[in-house]
């Protein structure tokens, strides 16, 4: 690390390059983020293995792909070479502690453009920065239903992480926190349950994990897809993928985000309505336990998941 504020390097066009070397000119401020697509992965580091575990890399950078290809962003690296990038740049940061890392791909020399530019020069940055997780800090919300609709498929694309999208959530974001919520629960143009800004919801009801299926304009969630599959592998707690009233949720018995940012964060109140017992729930706590054990590399089991970024320390020597 350069500075407690910052690390030593980005990833930008195609190499390595010191953080301070990394401008642009102004000019290229505007279309170059509105045609934006992004990513957002966790590395969690394991104090007794020495290690960090980049979690469910493979997958975030497929859905790069998919959100370039759906925003026709013309992607001039592979998968892979944005793998071995990607961990080369975390070496080269030495990050040793839990990490957040935003592969972005935006439209380059955009200046003087404007509209729709297909086949323009797409480039990408990639960089760190460190991102503790709340997992098990008692980290809770209260939220609310917001009168603002989330996106849909015919709009905007839920299903790619563009940047554009996210105009639609800090709206929500804003307006629930200027009335006193943390969040906001977002409907979708069916005025069924979507999802949170940034985040996917899960409920439990009468001992079932129930989440909107992937048709009701959420963001194909890496984590809202391993949580499901700890509760049924871990837990066996039957899973519901449907359609959500809102009125479900004021009945739930627990509520809880999830997401690499939100990883899995309790919501005890919607919009008055006191969830449970108003605290976190048996079911989300038990969760919550083997997520963090699959994250920092303590479950043994789902190892496919977690990428190791070091060199493996040596043991009893
Ligand atoms: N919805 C939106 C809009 C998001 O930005 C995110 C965070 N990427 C999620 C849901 C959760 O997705 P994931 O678990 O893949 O991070």
Redesign the pocket.
Known sequence: MASSKHPSFVWWRGERVAWDDATVHVTDLGWSTVGAVFE?IRGYWDDRSEQLYVFRLDEHLERLVSSCRLVRLPLRYSAAELREATLELIRANDSREDTYIRPMVYLADTSGKRGAQIEQNAEVLINTNTMPSHLQTGMAQRVCVSSWTRISDNVMPPRA?NFSNYRN?QLATMEARLDGYDSAIMLNDRRQVS?LP???LMMVHRGKLITPDPQQS??E????DALIRLAREELGIEVVERAIDRTELYVADEIFS????AEITPIVDVDHYQVGDGVKGPITTRLEQVFHDVLRGREQRYAHWRTPVHAAVAVGV
């Open positions: 957002g992480k959530g999802e940034g985040a996917c959420i963001l969630s890496i984590t809202r999830c997401g690499t940012a």
